[in-house]
């Protein structure tokens, strides 16, 4: 394990490239813009790749003219519409710099956000494999945030999030990157640095910071984001039961989910049979577990009718659609081996 140093001084190499995988959203160019603007270092390159299926990406080209002087050193490679973990593949296997500097295409980095890193990277030491970004989240100041706001402001807490994550080049060629079996926005991130971390390197958060607003989504993105805890089960397969803690996480609820959807699932069989106590007590379990669910998300946001109503039909849907998306994870990776040098402890 060792760190690349400048030929002509030997101190170690600050060089860096930034790799940016799209779907060519309308974020991208304020991305770019903000990117171009940002006072310090230029980078040695930045890669797109534009990971569009191939119909919607004859839609335009890429807004690149919003790097202005940036321009020049930007290249254009294309994804296989795999999900962000390959993309991020095939960007930094095309980088050559010291560092590889991950970007989403809707944040927004600081004003000075490339002086600072260049800060961040000369701060770390040789052993250091990757130097996380500050993510900020905004949030409304005339009420309290919706659930989805406070989903996506958790992002300011979490740690490893490749919306601005650096690692070095050589560690991710050392760790092969990206697991592409990952084929969303989540987990991809922590299982990398959890590899990363495996094979010697350690991981700090740097100083930079960027702004990640809130997507803009429909009323059912609660329940759709429930397919991540397929990965959940991929995750728990590959580092072991300790993965939260050692990926700093936050414990989730598929638990209470798992239960709530097994006294649903009991109160018709259990009815049939004739076991008409046992089947009230369970649908009275189910009632008060969705009840509280409901009340977790409901309290803490702006409660007006509309986003109540939300709160009380996908608290409904949750429980049952987690567990089955965690079911098939468990199912599909069944046969995964535990990556090498993964530990169980902390569960």
Not at 165 to 180: C, H, I, K, N
Request: include cysteine.
């Amino acid at each position: 394990m060792t760190a690349d140093r400048d030929p002509t001084t030997g101190e170690l190499a600050t060089g860096y490239a930034v790799v940016i995988p799209t779907l060519g959203r309308d974020t991208l160019a304020r991305c770019l813009t903000a990117l171009a603007k940002a006072t310090g270092p230029e980078p040695d390159s930045i890669v797109l790749v534009d990971d569009r299926p191939p119909g919607r990406a004859a839609g335009g080209e890429l807004p690149l003219d919003a790097l202005g002087p940036l321009r020049g050193r930007a290249r254009v490679a294309r994804g296989e519409a795999r999900g962000p973990a390959a993309a991020r593949n095939t960007g930094w296997r095309m980088v050559e710099a010291p560092w590889t500097v991950f970007l989403d295409d809707d944040v927004c980095v600081g004003r000075d956000w490339r002086a600072r890193l260049i800060r961040d990277l000369a701060a770390a030491s040789e052993e250091t494999g990757g130097v996380q970004g500050v993510l900020q989240v905004p949030l409304p100041l005339s009420r309290r945030p919706t659930d989805w706001e406070r989903n996506t402001a958790g992002l300011a807490r979490a740690r490893w999030a490749t919306a601005d994550m650096a690692y070095r080049t050589r560690a991710l060629r050392e760790t092969g990157g990206f697991d592409e079996r990952f084929q969303r926005a989540f987990r991809e991130d922590a299982d990398l640095a959890l590899r990363v971390l495996n094979a010697g390197w350690d991981l700090r958060v740097g100083q930079r910071q960027t702004e990640h607003p809130v997507r803009r989504t429909g009323p059912w993105v609660s329940v759709s984001a429930q397919r991540g805890n397929a990965d959940d089960a991929l995750m728990l397969r590959l580092h072991g039961p300790g993965w939260r803690w050692r990926a700093q996480a936050p414990p989730g609820r598929i638990r209470r989910h798992l239960a709530t959807t097994a006294m649903a699932g009991a109160v018709l069989p259990l009815a049939a049979a004739g076991k008409r106590r046992a089947a009230a007590l369970a649908a009275l379990g189910w009632a008060l577990a969705t009840a509280e669910f409901a009340w977790a998300r409901i309290s803490p946001g702006p409660r007006t009718p509309q986003e109540t109503a939300t709160m009380l039909v996908t608290s409904v849907l949750i429980p049952p659609v987690a567990t089955a998306h965690r079911l098939r994870g468990q199912w599909r990776w069944r046969a995964v081996t535990r990556v090498r040098g993964a530990r169980g402890e902390r569960a």
